[in-house]
């Protein structure tokens, strides 16, 4: 086993990934910025190497200075998290180069997935569904329009070098096929470098499900179920659960097993995930593959009992896997909330700045993955994913029940998080009933400011209520207690949730 190993990446995902090392008895090692100085995953390595300014272009991105503090340090592996490096090809083989483990797939593999067109190639070789369309590059404009007409509109156009909703475009009918072709590809050249686009069948109202697996250098590949990822907003996911309201283990066993062929077809090894688009009568198409551990990881670790990043590390030294495929048993549901340094009543907007005091939920069933701490300053430079909020039941009710209980018990004050509107989406009918698709967040917002408006005039006559009752009970006592500071500094989802609750508790 390595005795070392770098973290190439920061925050929450630095984090956990130390605290894997730690448990093997692994001396990890960190990188940081110039903003990065104070953060946790600093403050928790055994040793920290600076590797630059604030910009990620300037320092998480630069392979050379990763790799030149790896062998600073003495790391003989190095673990990319997610983002940054993490599915870079040539990342991955400057790291062969320099005779360091990458904690992670072979660059070929992760070149062949990186292209969507070779992806859905090699999907469709292993035997799994794909969405319907091409898997070569579109030649021309007369092209897509033969390719749409025998596809059927509507279509979408992709850009090969694309992926996770970037470089794509929804096509209704022929009239709008040239122009958006031309759109589509120029696009792709400017963006990606590649002018590469296909055509795909589009998928109406679709869920969001990815399988998750792990091989190793021995030719074992198995799948460790599914998440349901549906609930995103701006292709950027919010809520992932484990496992799918809407998969049963039959489903379960063809999306895995399909995803274990694809998978072995491109030569893969180490944590990866199979990303599917499943309609409304349940069918399955192959959509994407990500070559890298995943942001909501935790959820499948929750129910499944297996530690996905302490079995990449073992993997990566050569080990074999220690389970099959059978003795992977799935137990309770996961829900995990991505807590963001955003805004959500003002469009999500970041809110970067200093956390003046932090609470943070425990008790049964809960997982708090997170890369900060109070007095910290969250900087504007990166993603603004504070922590990750994990729950585990024996039910998905009984999970969001819980939820619902630690948000509540969860106060982070300086900053804006999304904390308040997980504290309304708990409390929506079809996110209890499960019945989503990936549209549900969009028009769960489009929805809310009525509900809110509503909300905030019951909060209003409550709080004059409690003021009126504060005043009378201030001519007893000569105590003074202000009760109105707290209520304006509250966000208007943060009284939308609280009330919500309370009506729900009335029913
Ligand atoms: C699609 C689709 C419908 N049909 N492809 C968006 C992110 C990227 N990974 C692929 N995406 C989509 N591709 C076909 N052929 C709908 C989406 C899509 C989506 C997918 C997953 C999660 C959220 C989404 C939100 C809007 C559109």
Redesign the pocket.
Known sequence: MFKRVLIANRGEIAVRVIRACREMGISPIAVYSDADRASLHVRLADQAIHIGPSPSTESYLVIDRIIAAAKKSGAEAIHPGYGFLSENAEFAEAVERARIVLIGPPASAMRLMGSKTSARKTAQAAGAPV?P?TVEALESAEDARRVANDVGYPI?L?AAAG???KG?RLVQSSDEIASAFSLTQSEAASSFKDPTVYI????ES?R?IEIQLIGDRHGNIVYLGERE??L?RR?QKVLEECPSPVVDSELRRRMGEAAVSIARSAGYENAGTI?F?VDSERKFYF??MNTRLQVEHPVTELVTGRDLVQQQIRVAAGEKLSFSQDDVVMRGAAIECRIYAEDPDNNFMPSPGRITRLVTPSGPGVRYDSGSYQGWDVPIYYDSLLAKLCVWAETREAAINRLARVLNEYTVEGIRTTVPFFRAVVQSKEFRRGEFD??FIDRFLAAAPLQESKSRQDEATLADIAAIAAILHSKTTTKRVDVTSQSQTESRWKLHGRLAQRRSHKL
Do not use: A, D, R
């Not at 795909?200 to 998928?203: F, L, Q, R, S, T």
């Open positions: 969405v369309g979408m992709k992926g996770g909703g794509m795909e069948k589009y998928i679709p969001h990822c549906s995103q292709h990303e688009l959509l994407e990936t549209g």
